[in-house]
Structure formats: structure tokens, C-alpha cells
């Protein structure tokens, strides 16, 4: 049984390009969770996402982010117009229910030059 | 808003020696799970060790062990015969039990160093 697994690993983008963060979940699992690692940070909630719905995205900022887990195929997290500031690790996590435990991707990490 | 904080920014421990991480913190919650995280440098995220709030018995698993404080909301972490590949970030979190805020509240991690 494969793990929550992200694509890319390592993203390098320009300062103004989109970046587009992909997250498989764990097989029967239909709930999907993004959090963000700065340097030298525990991991911060950004949104939480169940099939084609957003249930929680009280941690994603308002502007150039946002997030899908459409009926088929795999969450993602896009970033439009990235700028320096984004540059960090993005973990995906996945669940079978609201209230089971969260299983981690390997993360992508995302670099701006 | 529930806050987790780890005041013990790095630790050093002598491999076969015993180490213990602090945690605390702070909800107005009274059912919750608390977790510890492993990250090595490969930044896998690891799930160590698990506590429910209501059960007032420390979780064990293997050399890994909690004192879970729930008056004093503190969920420390002591890792038994540290062995080199137990060098990694690690970090507590924090997490409601009920439907309404599935997410995560991570502390802001402890860097362990195992001297062989």
C-alpha cells in the first residue's frame, strides 16, 4: 500500500512564474491536509481539503494560493506569481476521516530565485 | 487558538544515554491527542509516539516514552539508549479530538544531537 506521495520533490521557479504542488493521497484516504515548513520551523497549517470540497483554509494566505482535490486525480497546491518569501518546504498529509491519524508525504521543497 | 511550544531550540545526547524533549502547551480544549514527529534530514515527517488526552497513562513505544502532564499541559518526550540514527529534528504537536479543526498544531521543533 503506497504512501501519501508528492510530486515534484524539488521545484526551482523564477520570481513571478506559478508553482503547482501535487499530492497523491494514501489509497482510501479522502481527506488531504497542506502544511508549510520555513527554515528552521515546525511545519504550519494551510488548508484541509476533503473531496472536491475546502473544509478548512484559515491558513493559507488570501492572495496567489490556493488549493483543489477535484473528484479524480491528485490535491494540488498552486502558487501564483511566487515570490522569494515562498521558498520553503510544502508536506501533504492525508487521513481516512476527519478524526484519524495523518500520514506525511516526503514534501516538496520549493525554491525562488 | 491552541499554541505548542518547545523551549529547547537544540539538545545533545551521549548515544546510550537517556535524553528528555519538552513540550508545552496551551488549549481551552479538554479532549485532544498530542504527538511527537520525527524529521531527519531527509525531512520525512515520522510519527513517534501518540497520547489521547483522556487516557492518563504515558504512551510508550519501544525506547520512546511520554510524561503527558495534562494539568500542567506538558508532554515531554524521553527517548532510552539514544542510538545515532535518533539525531533529528523533532517536534511535538498538538491536535483537536472533535470534527472541527482537523489540523496540526506543530511546536517549533528541538534539534537532538546523538555523540556516538
Known amino acids: 500500500n503506497a504512501g501519501v506521495m508528492q510530486n515534484p520533490r524539488h521545484l526551482v521557479r523564477r520570481r513571478g512564474q506559478e508553482a503547482r504542488l501535487r499530492c497523491s493521497p494514501m489509497?482510501?484516504?479522502?481527506?488531504v491536509y497542506w502544511y508549510r515548513q520555513l527554515p528552521e520551523e515546525g511545519l504550519k497549517f494551510m488548508v484541509y481539503?476533503?473531496?472536491?470540497?475546502?473544509?478548512?483554509e484559515s491558513g493559507m494566505p488570501k492572495e496567489r494560493f490556493s488549493a483543489e482535490f477535484p473528484k479524480e486525480g491528485p490535491s494540488i497546491l498552486r502558487i501564483q506569481q511566487v515570490v522569494r518569501g515562498d521558498s520553503a518546504a510544502y508536506f501533504c498529509?492525508?487521513?481516512?476521516?476527519?478524526?484519524?491519524?495523518?500520514?506525511f508525504g516526503d514534501g516538496t521543497r520549493l525554491s525562488i530565485l | 487558538a491552541q499554541t505548542v511550544t518547545q523551549s529547547q531550540p537544540e539538545m545533545s545526547v551521549q548515544e546510550a544515554e537517556t535524553v528528555t524533549l519538552s513540550c508545552t502547551y496551551d488549549?481551552?480544549?479538554?479532549?485532544?491527542?498530542l504527538f511527537w514527529y520525527k524529521q531527519p534530514p531527509s525531512r520525512q515527517m515520522i510519527l513517534v509516539i501518540r497520547?489521547?488526552?483522556?487516557?492518563?497513562q504515558n504512551a510508550t513505544e519501544n525506547r520512546f516514552s511520554v510524561n503527558f502532564q495534562k494539568a500542567a499541559k506538558s508532554f515531554s518526550l524521553k527517548i532510552s539508549d539514544s542510538q545515532l540514527g535518533d539525531a533529528a529534528m523533532y517536534f511535538c504537536?498538538?491536535?483537536?479530538?472533535?470534527?472541527?479543526?482537523?489540523?496540526?498544531?506543530f511546536g517549533g521543533g528541538t534539534r537532538l544531537m546523538v555523540k556516538p
Open positions: 498529509a492525508s487521513s481516512q476521516g476527519s478524526g484519524q491519524p495523518q500520514h
Open positions: 489509497k482510501g484516504h479522502s481527506h
Open positions: 481539503l476533503q473531496k472536491e470540497n475546502i473544509i478548512d
Open positions: 488549549t481551552s480544549e479538554s479532549d485532544y491527542y
Open positions: 497520547q489521547e488526552a483522556y487516557k492518563q
Open positions: 504537536a498538538y491536535r483537536r479530538r472533535n470534527n472541527a479543526g482537523n489540523m496540526l498544531t
